[in-house]
DNA sequence: GACGTGAGTTCCTTAAGGGAACCCTGACTT
DNA sequence: AAGTCAGGGTTCCCTTAAGGAACTCACGTC
């Protein structure tokens, strides 16, 4: 199987992607995100090949999602969620929200989300952030942007 | 390729990724978002193969993401975003909004969003909807769910 | 009756994922 | 000092999915 590659798309949908958009990726995140920061760990709970485990992480690394960083005088080393990583759990819990909304069935979501500021299980919602008001997938026009296909520099 | 298929999983994130994990099928959801709605323009616009993209949107329609629907008396189908597939456009807001702030470099952001509500350019924003507030990748705990695998109907 | 068009199929090639076995490095044991 | 253990990968083979080009099919139109 080749893969095209979307990096040279000019939409951060498509370039985002490219980041995370491998099969596995996300769930990585995930495991990382709550604390599973080794390899025997990610490779036992996700039972993915260890080959590819090792393709992804190098992969997540490389695009500084990931960092990895030795925790032992022996060859040892955890990964662990840099700022850019970090900011990608966002659209995790946006995933999370619909899977719970329209895949979880009878059984309810499960896991909830108790947010700090409230105390309260509560779910993510979207916002502008500018005005503050909820803003989805109607609630927009699509401008070109200064970084659209075509523009100089 | 084998692929693990994720949905046996108690995962709402990897259950997402069974609907819209495979290659492509985010940047479908993203171009019949904007209007492309046919198989002719999809395939040119995204210079995917006609094999995969008969798979893709295929695997869409089951899923409830998208409807496939005729607009001639000849064998001519359109797709379209169902309600389900309208709230999965949350994801790609929130892509597209990383994929700005990390990837977009010098030139900027290929697309801006017009918010309707207050008129300007302005991106997603994650926040609680029982609080309001900030809600992001530290903001908050988890919790086990009803729907948490080993749980009782 | 030939032609055009949108929407797929078919078929072949290439490469990516699965999986099991193997390797390497540095401690720990005896 | 030799053997063992553990974490963190590599290697190898097999299967299957993605690319891509060519073909098909149903319906309208000229």
């Known amino acids: 199987m080749q893969r095209t590659s979307f990096s040279g798309m000019a939409c951060s949908i498509a370039r985002t992607l490219d980041v995370i958009g491998e099969p596995w990726s996300p769930l990585i995140l995930r495991d ?5 920061n080794r390899f ?22 490389e695009q500084g999602v990931l960092e990895r960083r030795p925790y032992d005088q022996r060859p040892r080393y955890e990964y662990v969620l ?37 105390g309260e299980i509560a779910d993510v919602e979207l916002r502008c952030d500018h005005c503050g008001e909820p803003m989805r997938a109607g609630d927009v026009d699509l401008l070109p942007g200064p970084g659209v296909a075509g523009s100089a520099t």
């Open 32 to 36: 990382v995100w709550v604390g599973m």
């Open 82 to 118: 840099t700022v850019k990583g970090t900011e990608l759990i966002d659209l995790l819990m946006v995933m999370k929200g619909w899977g719970d909304r329209w895949l979880a069935g009878e059984a309810g979501p499960p896991v909830l989300y108790r947010h700090h500021a409230c």
């Open 40 to 61: 025997e760990q990610l490779q036992a709970d996700l039972g993915i090949s260890r080959k590819v485990l090792t393709e992804r992480l190098n992969h997540l690394v």
